[in-house]
Each structure stands twice: as C-alpha cells, then as structure tokens.
C-alpha cells in the first residue's frame, strides 16, 4: 500500500496532474457516464463544478488520484454525500481508491453528511464494486442496461448506499 497525503486540490496547481488521470478514463468510457470527447477544459470545469469540494493523492508532489465531493441532492436530500474518484493508472492496485474512500468518508461525516451514496457504479467494473462493499456500501438498486459500455454493450449500473 502506498502511503500519501490527501489534501485539497489546488486547481491553478493541480490541473495537468488531474487531467492526466481523468483523460484516460473519460476517452475509455467504461466507468463514467460523460462524454468520451470531453476536452480537458469542460473535464476539469465538471471535475471542479460549482459545490464540489476536490482532493488529491499526493505522493511527494506526485498525484495519485483524485476524488470530489459535494451533496447527492439538494434541499431535502443534501444530508447524503456523493462522490467521485479516479485513480492514475500507474497506481491501480496500490490501494490509493480505498484510501481516497475512507478519507471521503471520514471528511464526510465531519462535515455532518449522514450518508453516502453512489448513484451510478458500473457493474462491469468489478473492482469498484468489491471496493465499495468493503468499506460498507450496500447496493440497493439496479438500474437495468443503464450503461452502454464500449467493450460489454448494454450492462446495469448499481446504486450504491451507506450510512456515515
């Protein structure tokens, strides 16, 4: 496992590290439902949207990941956190998601959200979702072939749900 600090993102700082990791994911389309051609300017303005407090992995000034936080809904719903996280390639495996995760909780739980909910998690993406169950998460919804993926075709994608 590898140890590193999360902290805020600095967006003036941060950005070309930040890109770097959400580019080839987003040009892969396997796990978020957003454009596959989005440029890095309208990646990064949807990575640090408007209510969307971001952190990064940072190892020695190396990022590792990167995730944002912000209220799943709002008015009567903004008690429940939503997130979203992304992992540089070179880091897979090294439990940087895992650690991002429990940071987001935590941080989430001290900012008073009671609950923390994932709304669309890609069921072919077997590794989020052995992840999420292990820090807790419940899937309490499936929404049927609610995902084209570029490899699978049509495939669910689950709720995911637990309380802080």
């Known amino acids: 496992m590898v140890v590193f600090t999360i ?3 600095r967006r003036s700082q941060d950005a070309n590290a930040i890109w770097a990791i959400l580019e080839p994911v987003i040009r892969a389309g396997e796990t978020y439902a957003i454009d596959r051609d989005l440029t890095r300017e309208r990646a990064l303005a949807y990575w640090f949207s408007d209510g969307h407090e971001v952190f990064v992995a940072d190892d020695g000034g190396q990022i590792l990941g990167t995730y944002f936080l912000h209220p799943n809904q709002k008015g009567g719903g903004s008690h429940v956190a939503n997130c979203g996280y992304i992992t540089a390639a070179a880091a897979a495996g090294r439990g940087v ?8 909780l935590e941080y989430a739980k001290n900012c008073g959200f009671r609950a923390m909910q994932f ?12 992840l999420w169950h292990s820090l807790g998460f419940s899937i309490v919804g499936t929404l049927p072939e609610a995902f084209l993926h570029p490899v699978h075709g049509y495939t669910d ?3 995911m749900y637990r309380m802080l």
């Open 7 to 9: 902290r805020e993102a």
């Open 97 to 104: 998601a895992r650690q991002m995760c429990s940071h987001s």
């Open 119 to 130: 709304n669309f998690v890609v069921k072919s993406n077997e590794r989020a979702v052995r």
């Open 157 to 159: 994608a689950y709720v």
